[in-house]
């Protein structure tokens, strides 16, 4: 999406990448830490 919306500003993309990667790491271990408690209760 960020991609998309500053295609021609190549620094953005760059700041997206890292945005991405930092927040996709963070949802990846919300994911994998909320099914743990949901399955020993």
Known sequence: MLKQAFP??????QTS??????IA???GD???ERPVPSESL
Request: charged fraction near 20%; include cysteine; aromatic fraction near 6%.
């Open 8 to 13: 021609s500003e190549g620094f953005c993309t």
């Open 17 to 22: 990448s890292r945005l991405s990667r930092n």
């Open 25 to 27: 790491p963070a949802s």
């Open 30 to 32: 919300v994911k994998l």
